[in-house]
């Protein structure tokens, strides 16, 4: 189920892309990029529509992925 990330609290939002661009394995290539700009820039992807929030109902869980993986 996708959520509309304008429904979701500023602070919650603000942690889930934290969560998401914090996680294990993510790789973002040869520069390293601050935190506070990784957040901003799945913000702005998410707002874009490029991004979505995914909610699984089987695991509880959100997440945050391409719209095109879809």
């Known amino acids: 189920m996708i959520i509309p990330w304008e429904q979701v609290s500023s602070e919650t939002l603000t942690s889930m892309i934290e969560e998401f661009v914090t996680r294990d394995g993510t790789d973002y290539g040869d520069v390293e990029v601050g935190l ?4 901003e820039q799945v913000r702005s992807k998410l707002k874009q529509g490029v991004a979505v929030i995914l909610f699984s109902q089987s695991t509880g869980r959100c997440n945050i992925v391409a719209r095109d993986s879809l």
């Not at 506070?36 to 957040?39: D, K, L, Q, S």
């Open 36 to 39: 506070e700009t990784r957040v």
